[in-house]
């Protein structure tokens, strides 16, 4: 006999629909026509059920007695009694900051949600993050400053096959969310123009109709030169921004000196493409320009955006059907993970923590005073670099997340690791980070529990349970549950919080919590998502229709204006030097999601990409006495990495590339570099200064 759930894809923030069939002999995946996917799924998501079952499987607590010793099993007493008696030990020695808490981009946002709660009222500490900050942070910060709100695409997903003009800047969709590829194909047989920016010629690049390759990163001036040519043409749209925004003469004076002559110095991009981006972008009717990690994932990365975003701004575009500026967010839930308080600044509903009628309000619906609430806290990576230094934080909880493996400089992240006093990690699968912890919980997985994520559209979608944990196995909403009965008698707060465990419950508080903020979740329940295919936020009122079109009439700031801002290209923090001559960047491959934990272990995922590479232009390779499939050695000023090379001439001769989702000494999170952007945080993953060599 079978069974039969709607439900969505646990990897990436398209979260397409996806039917899960329980029988006699397993878990299968079906397709399901959903408005994102239309059917579609990719290799990830057909084989997602393979890890249900899987043999590594967690399904019991796991303890480590001495510091050179090795995990054992454990019950879940003995577990959380050593949880709680090592939070208890760290607090009463070091403070409340001294306990901090790691979350993940694809955690639901119910779970999302209780982790901000218990960080800040059980365990009262400031430090709070999670792994969003190195995928979506500089998008977030550029969209905020620019129209007061931060969602991922402000139109719904199907806008794409009809812009007249499609600008992916940094974006690899091919390989990163396949089933998005149907739009870009769609709009291609309309007529439209595709343009890709990337310093490689990607699966996603080869369908394009006009490819600019830079130098990494340089997209800055490339979008300042962008701007320049549409301004010198007389292709800016004057009444929309007379009407709808403010900065603009700040803005033109500044980019009057991107002329492309000099821009095509810096960037390597030749005038005349230059020259037909902007044409094609300019005469549009209708077009969009969407920015990816490949543009936001540096040390200028919210400069960056703002630029590509002041160009839509000029062009007349947000706001218009089939027109705009959107983000593709990368993580399930990044969206919504950012949205309900895993971020070190953030309280629910997109409020600012240093925000005192935020504060109030949200203490409000926890049942707290708003002066128990901590401030903002360390960024994602200046977290991890603090963890067990004089005065960081000396215990760690980390929920769906594997920085080992996926944060930047990681030989310094996992020396942190090591250095802590309590590392707890909360995983269905002994991950890197996992390996180094002091106790293992193990957790349901995305087939086991309900719950809700928020893709890309900002659409608030039902992720369904099939069937319960395995036994052994708790949800991550019992494990904090059980936690802050032991825990909350001891704050400020007393013993009087809930922690409920049901989804459906959290969610009814996420929503009073949210009331009001920017991410306004007040009027969606469980009941409009399954009517409505998802609805998109901000929804105050369960009267009103969601907001699947933002930016019609107004922007959410305060005089309803978009904001112009202007911004001056920079070098990267590292540029090549004799002794670290090349570029490098890093990037995702079809068959693997983030650091691979998950992937890495379904056998057909292995087959179609077993192992990292390292793909460089074969006149570089002559050069440096390489052949294809050589072992090659990459070291930066941080470390070095292993893996054989893989020669293509659709790379930069003066760029390396390398994918990040392996451990060990493929790790190439060992070479990238920490310099952090001045407003996101965001590290700079993709460049910094290498050497390669034959190993």
Known sequence: MSQDVATHCPYCALQCGMTLRRTDSGVRVLPRRFPTNRGGLCQKGWTAA????HPNRLTTPLLRDRPDGDLRPASWTEALDRVEAGIRRVQTAYGRDAVAVFGGGGLTNEKAYALGKFARVVLGTRNIDYNGRFCMSSAAAAGNRAFGVDRGLPFPLADLATADTLLLVGANVAETMPPLVRYLVEQRQRGGTLIVI???????????????????????AVANALLHIALAEGWLDKDYIAARTTGFTEVRRVVASYWPARVEQLSGVPVADLEAAARALGTAERAIILTARGAEQHAKGVDTVTAFINLALALGLPGRPGSGYGCLTGQGNGQGGREHGQKADQLPGYRRIDDPAA?????????????????????????????????GPKALLVFGSNPVVSAPRAARVTARLRALDLLVVADFVRSETAELADVVLPTAQWAEEDGTMTNLEGRVLRRRALRPPPAGVRTDLEILADLAGRLAPVTAAGAGLRFPVEPREVFAELRHASAGGIADYAGISWERIDAEDGVFWPCPEPNLPGSPRMFTDRFPTPDGRARFVPVEYRPADEEPTPDYPLYLTTGRVLAQYQSGAQTRRIAPLRTAAPGAFVELHPDLAVRLGIDDGDEVRVTSRRGEMRAPARLSPGIRPDTVFAPFHWPGTARINSVTSDALDPVSRMPEFKVCAVRVEKA
């Open 50 to 53: 393979e890890l249900l079952d």
């Open 198 to 220: 990337d310093p490689r010629v990607t699966a996603t690049a080869r369908q394009a109709t006009l490819h600019l390759q830079p130098t990494p990163g340089t997209d800055l």
């Open 359 to 391: 504060r109030a309000h949200v203490a409000a619906v926890w049942g707290v005073r708003p002066e128990t609430l901590p401030g903002p806290g360390l960024s994602a990576y200046e977290l991890l670099s603090a963890l067990g230094t004089a005065d």
